[in-house]
Nanobody
Framework: QVQLVESGGGLVQAGGSLRLSCAAS????????LGWFRQAPGKEREFVAA????????YYADSVKGRFTISRDNAKNTLYLQMNSLKPEDSAVYYC???????????????WGQGTQVTVSS
């Protein structure tokens, strides 16, 4: 089992920045993907970004391209999401997630963190 713990959420004004972190522990496979998803009240959970851990290939939702950057620190086994130029519509609970295969990066994740709240004020 993989444990994921997000941190770094908070309240920020529109146009500001936040960096989210996700610390991973437990058993992992040699080839896997870590991704970020978000869910606002009354809306479905949506894909934000993903990274293939070995190799570092990244994927982004159109809504965050050019503003968000996903990255990883192998030594710390930690995933990051740098969020710049934040908009009120970015407000949501952000989750990191793990999947043990490197295909279909937008779905079929196996483990999820508890989430961290991001609120962007106008």
């Amino acid at each position: 089992q993989v444990q994921l713990v997000e941190s770094g959420g908070g309240l920020v004004q529109a146009g500001g920045s936040l960096r989210l972190s996700c610390a991973a522990s437990g058993r992992t496979f040699s080839r896997y993907i870590l991704g970020w998803f978000r869910q606002a009240p009354g809306k479905e959970r949506e894909f934000v970004a993903a990274i293939i851990w070995i190799g570092g290939m990244t994927y982004y939702a159109d809504s965050v391209k050019g503003r968000f950057t996903i990255s990883r620190d192998n030594a710390k086994n930690t995933l990051y999401l740098q969020m710049n130029s934040l908009k009120p519509e970015d407000s949501a609970v952000y989750y990191c997630a793990y999947k043990s295969r490197t295909t279909n990066y937008g779905s079929n994740y196996d483990y999820w963190g508890q989430g961290t709240q991001v609120t962007v004020s106008s």
